[in-house]
């Protein structure tokens, strides 16, 4: 084995992964592959955390950097923490009313929703045409530049 240079910069990983689910490939008979590297160098790319944490779970890929078949040298892993795609909200609210709500999309532009239409003996076709024309007029008060 060769001497590590910086111990400090030396992340091990003592926590056994398990999981319930087994793998689209799992063979009742065969089970799982076990395997423990011994006296292995790990690299870790964290998007979240400087250093990792103790018994935090971090989803990522861990690949095998160099194929060593002589004993001379330790086992180099790189292991890259990936982010999820949705890290923000889609499509957020910008208005909230009684009748509509008012969404902005990625690329910028605005929509109008509707909510859902109210029911009941006390409906009126002309009152509802008012209480959304009103919204949109409050929604897109601000949120549109007049000409």
């Known amino acids: ?68 078949d002589e004993f001379h040298y330790d086992e180099h892993y790189t292991f890259v923490e990936t982010v999820p795609q949705t890290a923000g909200k889609r499509n957020p609210h910008v208005f909230d009313g009684k009748y509509i709500t008012v969404t902005r999309r990625d690329n910028g532009s605005l929509r109008l929703n509707f909510k859902e239409l109210p029911k009941g003996a006390d409906f009126n076709l002309e009152r509802f045409a008012l209480g959304v024309y ?14």
């Open 1 to 68: 084995m060769r001497p590590r240079t910086n111990p400090e910069r030396t992340t091990v990983m003592s926590k056994k992964i398990t999981t319930t689910t087994p793998p689209a490939t799992y063979n009742k008979e065969q089970g799982w592959h076990h395997n423990t590297a011994l006296g292995c160098d790990l690299k870790t790319i964290l998007s979240s955390d400087r250093i990792m944490k103790v018994e935090k779970e971090y989803q990522g890929i861990l690949r095998r950097d160099v194929n060593i």
């Open 134 to 147: 009103n919204e949109i007029c409050m929604a897109l008060y601000g949120l549109v530049e007049e000409e």
